[in-house]
């Protein structure tokens, strides 16, 4: 393989790379933005609205629970 060919494939693959860490970058920002949003405005709930939106059935509430402030205990 010449030296300029490698060069050139190993360039394009850098650009490819961070142009999908650009990508994910934003998403990942995108979605924080969301989730502090959502805690945010699920606080201004009674507990008692928020215990009903946590579904027990999950094998691990404890996300939904952490969103909604809700002690994982209660149902």
Known sequence: MEPSKAVKEYKEELIKSQKQN????ALVGKVTVEKEW???KLKS???SNRKQLVEFKLSSPHMPCSLLSVNQ???
């Open 22 to 25: 650009e990508r994910l970058t």
């Open 38 to 40: 959502l805690a945010k």
């Open 45 to 47: 709930l009674g507990l």
């Open 73 to 75: 205990q209660c149902q």
